[in-house]
């Protein structure tokens, strides 16, 4: 792998009556490659908050894992870049370095690895990047992607580190998005819907989920993301289930991009079709328009707009 690590010892997972949270991947390191990565603990705050922009920070704790737990580390830099998504107000700002922090600026983790807690206030990324509140909208991101520098002169970041690291398995995680959003409590716009559609949702290979009860649930680290998870086209099966993302946007329901788990060639994808609005104080109702085949993968299938419902039960 790119970065560095030969793994030597395969995780190894256990279970008991219930799951330990405290397993992680065990490492063992060629002495003659030495390698490092961030480890993310914990994502407090992965979105600002554009109705409290004074308060409002992105907030997570990283430790970092290399053969000697994270003394290894010299630097950890910050860069990051404003992407401007809203429609007709190109305010984009390009990727720069924000912020190195030394090893002497580390902590130490409950893992007993070096790491260190990273604020950024909204306030003070709005300044370094010269923009002004009324410059930003919802919808709009900072992004944020960071490098470890080892002590050997070395670097590692999400370009040459692969994708064994990067991701759930190892928690390596180099790219934070810092979305702006209006927030929502957790218990807002969760828990059981059920599904079905309105209007005809029969087109390509029949309607892309089962109709029946489906199960919301809130994306850790963000208060706007939603999901659920099922197998897409019932109707002819055999396909494993996914999550299906959506995310409101204040006063929309955005879409994110699916693949499905079928292809004729290449991947099936569905995605957002004209935004619906939704009532903050109301949720008992989410509609979602959709547009199935946007890549229809090789299988000659035109684009199929779709409009799901979900009702909570």
Same mark, same amino acid.
């Given at each position: 792998?790119?970065?560095?690590?030969?793994?030597?010892?395969?995780?190894?997972?256990?279970?008991?009556?219930?799951?330990?949270?405290?397993?992680?991947?065990?490492?063992?390191?060629?002495?003659?490659?030495?390698?490092?990565?961030?480890?993310?603990?914990?994502?407090?705050?992965?979105?600002?908050?554009?109705?409290?922009?004074?308060?409002? +920070?992105?907030?997570?704790?990283?430790?970092?894992?290399?053969?000697?737990?994270?003394?290894?580390?010299?630097?950890?830099?910050?860069?990051?870049?404003?992407?401007?998504?809203? $429609?007709?107000?190109?305010?984009?700002?390009?990727?720069? $370095?924000?912020?190195?922090?030394?090893?002497?600026?580390?902590?130490?983790?409950?893992? %007993?690895?070096?790491?260190?807690?990273?604020?950024?206030?909204?306030?003070?990324?709005?300044?370094?990047?010269?923009?002004?509140?009324?410059? !930003?909208?919802?919808?709009?991101?900072?992004?944020?992607?960071?490098?470890?520098?080892?002590?050997?002169?070395?670097?590692?970041?999400?370009?040459?580190?692969?994708?064994?690291?990067?991701?759930? +398995?190892?928690?390596?995680?180099?790219?934070?998005?810092?979305?702006?959003?209006?927030?929502?409590?957790?218990?807002?716009?969760?828990?059981?819907?059920?599904?079905?559609?309105?209007?005809?949702?029969?087109?390509?290979?029949?309607?892309?989920? +089962?109709?029946?009860?489906?199960?919301?649930?809130?994306?850790?680290?963000?208060?706007?993301?939603?999901?659920?998870?099922?197998?897409?086209?019932?109707?002819?099966?055999?396909?494993?289930?996914?999550?299906?993302?959506?995310?409101?946007?204040? $006063?929309?329901? !955005?879409?994110?991009?699916?693949?499905?788990?079928?292809?004729? %060639? +290449?991947?099936?994808?569905?995605?957002?079709?004209?935004?619906?609005?939704?009532?903050?104080?109301?949720?008992?109702?989410?509609?979602?328009?959709?547009?199935?085949?946007?890549?229809?993968?090789?299988?000659? !299938?035109?684009?199929?707009?779709?409009?799901?419902?979900?009702?909570?039960?």
């Amino acid at each position: 792998m790119k970065n560095k690590f030969l793994l030597f010892l395969v995780l190894v997972i256990c279970f008991a009556s219930c799951r330990d949270e405290s397993l992680t991947p065990v490492l063992t390191f060629d002495k003659a490659t030495i390698g490092a990565y961030p480890r993310l603990v914990a994502l407090t705050t992965g979105e600002y908050d554009l109705d409290n922009i004074s308060s409002s +920070a992105l907030v997570y704790e990283v430790d970092f894992v290399d053969e000697n737990l994270g003394n290894l580390v010299t630097e950890y830099v910050i860069e990051g870049q404003f992407v401007d998504n809203t $429609e007709g107000n190109d305010v984009s700002r390009d990727l720069k $370095e924000y912020r190195r922090i030394s090893a002497s600026e580390f902590g130490t983790s409950e893992n %007993g690895n070096k790491g260190l807690v990273v604020t950024i206030p909204l306030t003070e990324a709005l300044e370094f990047w010269d923009l002004t509140e009324d410059e !930003v909208n919802a919808g709009d991101q900072f992004s944020f992607s960071t490098t470890v520098i080892h002590e050997d002169g070395t670097s590692y970041s999400a370009n040459n580190s692969s994708q064994t690291v990067r991701g759930s +398995a190892f928690q390596g995680y180099f790219t934070y998005n810092g979305k702006l959003t209006c927030p929502l409590s957790n218990d807002e716009f969760s828990g059981n819907y059920n599904l079905s559609y309105i209007g005809d949702a029969s087109g390509g290979f029949s309607i892309p989920f +089962a109709e029946g009860t489906v199960e919301v649930q809130v994306i850790e680290g963000s208060s706007t993301r939603r999901f659920f998870n099922l197998p897409w086209a019932p109707d002819i099966g055999g396909f494993p289930g996914a999550d299906f993302t959506f995310d409101f946007v204040c $006063e929309f329901v !955005v879409v994110e991009e699916y693949t499905a788990g079928a292809n004729c %060639g +290449a991947p099936l994808t569905i995605v957002q079709g004209e935004p619906s609005s939704f009532d903050l104080s109301n949720d008992n109702e989410i509609i979602l328009n959709i547009i199935e085949y946007d890549k229809d993968g090789g299988c000659g !299938v035109p684009p199929q707009p779709k409009t799901i419902r979900l009702r909570k039960e």
